[in-house]
C-alpha cells in the first residue's frame, strides 16, 4: 500500500472501529493472497508464461540464446563502472531521505502540529500527509515505466533521459498547505518543513 497505508489504518480503527489486532489479520490476510497470486501468474522471464504464444516469444527474445550460468560475476567492470557509481551515489542520496520518510516524518507532524490530533479528521489528514511523498513516489515509478516504454529504440541514454528529473522536480509540488504555514500569533510552526511537500527535500 505504501504511502496509503496509514490513511487506511485510521480509517480502519478510528472510523469502522476494527481493533490493531483485526488490521493485523486483514493486511497479512491480504499479503498472503498477493503472495499466491504472484506465485500462479508470474515468471522469472516473460517467454515462460504459459499465455504466451510462439508470435510473442519470437518478439520478446529474437536473437537471444537460451539463458545458462554465467563463468563468474565481473567485479572489475562492476566497480570500474561510471554509471553503476553514479547509480550507487543516487541511491545513497534517495535512501537516506527514504528512511526518514518512513520513520520520522509521521512523529515529526505530529509534533509539529499538535492541534491536528484531536479528531478522526485531523488525523486522517496527517496520515495523508505523512505518507504523501510515498504516493509522489509511487506516482513517479508509474510515470517512468510509461515513459521508458514510449521510448524503447532510442536506446537506454534517451530512455532515462525526462523520467529522472521530473519525477524529482515534482517534490516540489504542490506548497505547503495553509495549516502548515508559520503562525505569526502564536508561533506556532515556525521550525515547521514538510520534507517532500515543500521545498524538494527529496
Same mark, same amino acid.
Given at each position: 500500500?505504501?504511502?496509503?497505508? #496509514?490513511?487506511?489504518?485510521?480509517?480502519?480503527?478510528?472510523?469502522?472501529?476494527?481493533?490493531?489486532?483485526?488490521?493485523?489479520?486483514?493486511?497479512?490476510?491480504?499479503?498472503?493472497?498477493?503472495?499466491?497470486?504472484?506465485?500462479?501468474?508470474?515468471?522469472?522471464?516473460?517467454?515462460?508464461?504459459?499465455?504466451?504464444?510462439?508470435?510473442?516469444?519470437?518478439?520478446?527474445?529474437?536473437?537471444?540464446?537460451?539463458?545458462?550460468?554465467?563463468?563468474?560475476?565481473?567485479?572489475?567492470?562492476?566497480?570500474?563502472?561510471?554509471?553503476?557509481?553514479?547509480?550507487?551515489?543516487?541511491?545513497?542520496?534517495?535512501?537516506?531521505?527514504?528512511?526518514?520518510?518512513?520513520?520520522?516524518l509521521?512523529?515529526?507532524?505530529?509534533?509539529?502540529?499538535?492541534?491536528?490530533?484531536?479528531?478522526?479528521?485531523?488525523?486522517l489528514?496527517?496520515?495523508?500527509?505523512?505518507?504523501?511523498?510515498?504516493l509522489?513516489?509511487?506516482?513517479?515509478?508509474?510515470?517512468?515505466?510509461?515513459?521508458t516504454?514510449?521510448?524503447?529504440?532510442?536506446?537506454?541514454?534517451?530512455?532515462?533521459?525526462?523520467?529522472?528529473?521530473?519525477?524529482?522536480?515534482?517534490?516540489?509540488?504542490?506548497?505547503?498547505?495553509?495549516?502548515?504555514? #508559520?503562525? #505569526?500569533?502564536?508561533?506556532?510552526?515556525?521550525?515547521?518543513?514538510?520534507?517532500?511537500?515543500?521545498?524538494?527535500?527529496?
Open positions: 500500500m505504501g504511502g496509503l497505508t #496509514p490513511a487506511l489504518w485510521v480509517v480502519l480503527t478510528l472510523y469502522l472501529g476494527m481493533t490493531w489486532r483485526e488490521n493485523l489479520y486483514l493486511f497479512a490476510g491480504v499479503a498472503l493472497g498477493w503472495c499466491v497470486l504472484f506465485a500462479w501468474w508470474f515468471r522469472n522471464r516473460p517467454d515462460e508464461h504459459p499465455a504466451v504464444n510462439a508470435a510473442e516469444r519470437d518478439l520478446i527474445t529474437p536473437g537471444k540464446a537460451a539463458p545458462s550460468g554465467h563463468d563468474g560475476v565481473p567485479w572489475g567492470r562492476i566497480f570500474g563502472s561510471r554509471n553503476v557509481g553514479f547509480l550507487c551515489l543516487m541511491y545513497m542520496v534517495t535512501n537516506f531521505n527514504w528512511y526518514f520518510l518512513l520513520y520520522n509521521p512523529g515529526m507532524l505530529k509534533e509539529q502540529f499538535p492541534q491536528l490530533g484531536k479528531t478522526r479528521e485531523d488525523q489528514l496527517l496520515a495523508l500527509v505523512g505518507g504523501g511523498p510515498l509522489i513516489g509511487m506516482l513517479g515509478c508509474i510515470t517512468g515505466g510509461i515513459l516504454d514510449r521510448y524503447p529504440s532510442a536506446g537506454p541514454a534517451t530512455a532515462s533521459g525526462p523520467g529522472g528529473p521530473t519525477a524529482w522536480r515534482a517534490t516540489d509540488w504542490p506548497p505547503s498547505p495553509t495549516w502548515a504555514r #508559520p503562525d #505569526p500569533a502564536s508561533g506556532a510552526g515556525q521550525d515547521a518543513t514538510v520534507p517532500g511537500v515543500r521545498g524538494g527535500a527529496l
